[in-house]
């Protein structure tokens, strides 16, 4: 989070808006095209994620702030969103600072 914030800040003062989205799950990589890509389904939610974030934003899902408890970082609620091709409602909460 607080490298896609640093990339956010800098982007920025170049005259470009950026946004991120910050999940967290299991990553199959690939390496049947000889790229080493990444899938799975923390892939997809993340790209999810990203694509509710508005400019300049670093939105994370609900399993990120649970796993950074007492870190000192501070998020925002942005409310329940249903993420295409991801099963049920997710809270989505955006990085204060």
């Known amino acids: 989070m ?6 956010g800040q800098g982007a920025s003062t170049l005259g470009i808006d950026v946004r991120a989205g910050v999940h967290i799950g299991e990553v199959e990589l690939r390496s049947d095209n000889g790229a080493g890509d990444i899938a799975g389904l923390a892939v997809h939610l993340a790209q999810r994620v990203c694509s509710v974030a508005g400019s300049g934003e670093v939105l994370v899902s609900r399993t990120i702030v649970d796993l950074v408890v007492g870190s000192g970082l501070e998020f925002e609620s942005r409310g329940q969103h249903e993420l295409k091709g991801v099963p049920g409602p997710w809270e989505l909460l955006a990085v204060r600072g």
């Open 2 to 7: 607080q490298c896609a914030q640093a990339i």
